[in-house]
């Protein structure tokens, strides 16, 4: 199938019909912020939030090593708690970005700071309880003493890494109102105090655990040698469990043969459109994102398109990812999963466009499951690599040479170990 054919296919596809309906639902998010001012006075009992459940943790990271850690709690919303914590089930439901941002400003921070992120031991206090709720596999009830009102505020990072986080209010106190459920697997990486934080992430991994579920474990001092667990801060807990899972996945492809033909794959969700490119050879990797003027990271309309990258070759890279961030690290795990599941290896090069829609930042989940979901259905193929390259700029809004000149694999060039020197 040519890339025209297959744009006019999947313009019409079921994907494309639930991106309108996304499109389609509206909320206003200062109302919203009033509306949990409201819920919050009716729900506080006193100084204490009873009955409320929490569905996820946040680790600050300002003043690290004294960061801010909170329980999140969906003040008014207790029953769907579940759906207030970032998963893969968001992308599933079409969520747009107003219904992240409302999901995320109905999550109170109940928050405490702490004099050390050292945690080995600490299954206590309020410190105890928010781990508790970490290595839970479902919300937890609970109840807290509040030391004043909320600060009815939202604050969206620096970022495209961790979602935005809601109002924050200090926690005096913490109880847990249940005995949380801990599956196993989590069970038995806590009681190996050898077992270094890799192994036990990619274990969990390999026992069904999504990422999702396991940064939020890590994040809360509960993986790694007993001696070396320590509080992560959520926006590096995120990136550390994709690049960690995404390094088990790199080393499990790369003896598969290679694809037998230069596919292209796309998706489009919440203002960002993905091509993906995949063709014979051994493993390599490449972002592009390009990010109009008007977007959330390229605010100034008269900016120009803001071009980024960031690849790697057959032996992975050394050093931190400098242009694209998180986003590099969710997407190549969406494109090895895909590898895996085919038993196959090749090369890989997505292109990020991220247009004026994307008004708001919503974390780097939508990167992970868009590309996750661009596999799924039909896709186009192309005689070449230079071939699917130059197919895919005649939709993108920069020039093929722009492309070439921003892209080590759009331009041809070919990766050595020098590269990662």
Known sequence: MRLDEYMDLEAEGERAKRRRLAQEKSY?????????????????????????????????????????????????????????????????????????????????????????????????????????????????????????????????????????????????????????????????????????????????????????????????????????????????????????????????????????????????????AFWVILAPGDWEYELVELKAPGSVWNPDPDAGMWLAADREGFEGRTGYVEETAGAYHASRLGVLEHLRERGRQGKALVVRHVSDDYWGPVGVWQVRESIRNAFDGDHAEAESFAAAVGQVAEYLPVSLGDLRRKSTMASGLQMNLADFS
């Not at 769907?80 to 921070?109: C, H, K, M, P």
């Not at 001696?227 to 995120?238: A, D, G």
């Not at 492809?253 to 969700?269: G, L």
């Open 28 to 272: 206003d998010i200062l109302d919203h912020l009033e509306q949990f001012q409201h819920r919050f006075e009716e729900t506080v009992q006193g100084d204490s939030l009873f009955g409320s459940v929490s569905p996820s943790i946040f680790v600050g990271t300002s003043n690290y090593p004294n960061v801010s850690t909170g329980i999140l709690s969906p003040v008014g919303h207790e029953e769907d708690a579940a759906q207030f914590e970032t998963s893969a089930g968001w992308y599933d439901e079409g969520v747009s970005i107003d219904d992240v941002f409302q999901r995320r400003t109905s999550l109170l921070n109940s928050n405490q700071t702490t004099n050390s992120v050292e945690v080995h031991d600490a299954w206590d206090g309020f410190l105890g309880v928010q781990r508790e709720v970490a290595i839970a596999d479902r919300p937890v009830s609970v109840e807290i003493g509040l030391d004043g009102t909320p600060d009815i505020d939202f604050d969206v990072t620096e970022n495209d890494i961790a979602t935005p986080t809601g109002p924050r209010a200090r926690a005096q106190s913490a109880d847990l109102a249940e005995n949380p459920h801990v599956p196993r697997p989590v069970e038995k990486t806590l009681e190996d105090d050898d077992w270094n934080a890799e192994g036990a992430m990619n274990y969990l991994y390999r026992r069904g655990f999504d990422v999702y579920e396991i940064n939020t474990i890590l994040s809360a001092g509960a993986l790694g040698q007993g001696k070396n667990r320590k509080l992560v801060p959520t926006r590096w807990s995120i990136t550390a469990v994709d690049d960690t899972v995404g390094k088990f996945l790199r080393g499990g492809i790369r003896t598969n043969p290679s694809v037998n033909a230069v596919e292209i794959h796309r998706e489009e969700f919440l203002g960002n």
